[in-house]
């Protein structure tokens, strides 16, 4: 069965600081996807990124890095020199990659962020 | 190319009446899916469409709720007789037909419903 683990519910740090937020994740294909989602007040997803499980190598997109484990089965992501608007929930998904078939996303629980000026 | 396009965005209703929530996928795609996201929680997968089709609604609950993404127009979620429990945001995505596995998912911005 596929499962994420976001054990960190809420994180609250002060503007500028790092902060990393983990997720671990279960699965029994060989093949899947992760994602990560940052969900603002607003309400709406916003889609961060997507890796595949081939790939393993760690990503940095500006403020953001992302940090695939496979031996750990762990995508944690990291906001560096964090800002008020980076406040948001973040979701960590798995999906499985079928071919000729579908894939429903597999949310974690979320970890809320608080950035304080 | 438009993303996926939900309505409304915000819709109240009370107890015992209907909610309809539609979404339009994005051009060209065929596959459509439904999530719930109680307060508090995170994203559950309802079911599954393709045209015409639901193929997987294992996360559909029994009664009351019921989906269709027909050969024209949006896909249609359903509630019926509604309770303060259904109370949530909806989210719809879509993917494209493709035979690469790389069945990517596309949401859009989600419909509150609020049961009064």
């Known amino acids: 069965a596929q499962k994420v683990t976001q054990a960190q519910t809420e994180i609250s740090v002060v503007e500028k600081e790092d902060v990393t937020l983990d997720c671990v994740y279960e699965?029994?294909?060989?093949?899947?996807?992760l994602f990560w989602y940052k969900q603002p007040p607003s309400g709406e997803l916003v889609f961060l990124i997507r890796r595949n499980s081939f790939d393993e190598q760690n990503e940095i997109s500006g403020r953001y890095s992302w940090n695939f484990q496979k031996s750990t089965s762990s995508f944690n992501f990291t906001i560096t020199a964090s800002q008020v608007v980076d406040s948001a929930v973040y979701f960590c998904a798995l999906s499985e990659a079928k071919i000729y078939s579908y894939d429903k996303v597999i949310f974690g629980p979320g970890t809320s962020l608080s950035v304080i000026p | 190319n438009a993303g996926v396009m939900q309505n409304p965005r915000h819709l109240v209703r009370r107890r015992g009446q209907e909610a309809r929530l539609r979404c339009s996928p994005m051009k060209g795609h065929s596959h459509v899916y439904w999530y719930r996201q109680l307060p508090e929680e995170g994203l559950k997968f309802m079911v599954y469409l393709q045209k015409e089709n639901i193929i997987d609604e294992s996360g559909m609950p029994k009664e009351r709720f019921s989906a269709e993404f027909p050969k024209e127009g949006p896909s249609i979620l359903r509630i019926q007789q509604v309770v303060r429990g259904d109370s949530a945001a909806y989210f719809c995505a879509s993917s494209p037909q493709t035979s690469s596995g790389n069945n990517e998912q596309f949401f859009g911005p989600g419909t509150r419903l609020t049961v009064l």
């Open positions: 699965t029994r294909d060989t093949t899947y996807y």
